[in-house]
């Protein structure tokens, strides 16, 4: 099992390109997440997907839009990059939501908006 | 609101010796804690966790207590190793009705060999 794989590693975009981060995982998890980490803090997140079909935000999700595309897949969407999303990012997923579940995180994708 | 903080935002330990690191949580209503290892360039790793019903679990070489009466929360490390250097978080379960996880930033283990 590969676990959580994240697509790009690292990007480098424009003050108002867009891209889209991809995010796998091969688990059968009905969960997935999105949380960005900026330097001195911990994770902060962004959206999740409780099911496949539901999205909800999370505590930052101003500027980003999701997709559960299907079971296996998250996707996480910046329409008009700022330099204030440069950050990196973590997608994770957990077996199910509502309950206390551990989250397993891939490797991250590291976004440099100038 | 919610807040998981950590007391030290670094620690150096000589290899051999016995890590301690600590958390602060706010929200008593909290069951559910958990510790993660960041190494450079990596996302969080599991490394072991620990509901409101105990006040200690152990794994290998690592043990998490809580103290509910001081929201409080530790890990400590068994003869730590070089491959122990790592930021480590502890988490809390978000009270919103979804499994989110709310991190605290962090402290900075540095093994010295």
């Known amino acids: 099992n590969a676990g959580v794989t994240q697509t790009p590693k690292f990007q480098v975009l424009k003050t108002g390109q867009s891209m889209t981060l991809q995010c796998a995982q091969d688990?059968?998890?009905?969960?997935m997440y999105w949380y960005r980490q900026d330097p001195g803090m911990g994770l902060r997140l962004i959206y999740y997907?409780?099911?496949?079909?539901?999205?909800d935000k999370g505590e930052v999700p101003n500027g980003y839009n999701v997709s559960r595309l299907n079971k296996r897949e998250f996707s996480l969407r910046l329409e008009s990059a700022a330099p204030s999303q440069t950050s990196v990012y973590f997608c994770a997923s957990s077996e199910r939501s509502g309950g206390p579940e551990t989250q397993y995180f891939g490797p991250g994708t590291r976004l440099l908006v100038l | 609101g919610e807040s998981v903080g950590l007391h030290l935002p670094t620690l150096s330990v000589q290899e051999g010796d016995n890590s301690i690191i600590n958390c602060a949580y706010s929200n008593s209503a909290s069951d559910y804690f958990i510790w993660y290892k960041q190494e450079s360039g990596k996302g969080p790793q599991f490394i072991i966790d620990i509901r409101s019903n105990m006040d200690k679990r152990q794994g290998q070489r690592v043990t998490v207590l809580l103290n509910k009466t001081v929201k409080h929360l530790s890990l400590q490390i068994a003869a730590t190793q070089p491959g122990d250097s790592a930021v480590y978080f502890c988490a809390e379960i978000g009270r919103t009705g979804a499994n989110n996880l709310f991190f605290g930033t962090g402290t900075r283990l540095t093994v010295i060999p």
């Open positions: 688990m059968n998890h009905n969960s």
């Open positions: 997907s409780a099911s496949e079909g539901t999205t």
